[in-house]
């Protein structure tokens, strides 16, 4: 079974969520990036908390039929990025999150809200 952008959107949100991610943000890239339709940015406190948000997107991803395209950055936990087509996860350490401020890279693109 496939899930469709926002499907798997929510998905990484809200696996992210159950591993008590920081500062959840989404960024709708459609029509304005090739890349993926959506990021989720969120950051963990330590490396082990954000290899344990990385695998668990990627575990739910997985579970779900979803091939997860990529994973980098977990050997250091600093900032890992999960592929997964159309959304791709960012995962920082607290303090990478800010000094990237890829939020800020990416200004065109609208927030979505959380319900």
């Known amino acids: 079974m496939s899930l469709n952008p926002d499907e ?7 696996s992210a969520d159950d591993k008590k991610a920081l500062n959840i943000v989404t960024l709708n890239l459609k029509g304005i990036s090739l890349i993926a339709d959506y990021f989720v940015i969120c ?9 344990a948000i990385a695998t668990e997107i990627h575990k739910k991803a997985e579970e779900r ?5 990529g994973m980098e950055g977990m050997d250091t936990a600093r900032w890992v990025l ?6 791709v996860a960012h995962v920082f350490h607290r ?3 800010e000094y990237y ?3 800020r890279l990416w200004s065109d693109a609208k927030v979505v809200e959380r319900v």
């Open 8 to 14: 798997l959107m929510n998905l990484a949100v809200e």
């Open 43 to 51: 950051h963990g406190n330590s490396e082990t908390q954000v290899q």
């Open 65 to 69: 039929g979803v091939r997860v395209r």
């Open 82 to 87: 999960v592929d997964l087509g159309d959304v």
């Open 95 to 97: 303090d990478d999150r």
């Open 101 to 103: 401020n890829i939020e």
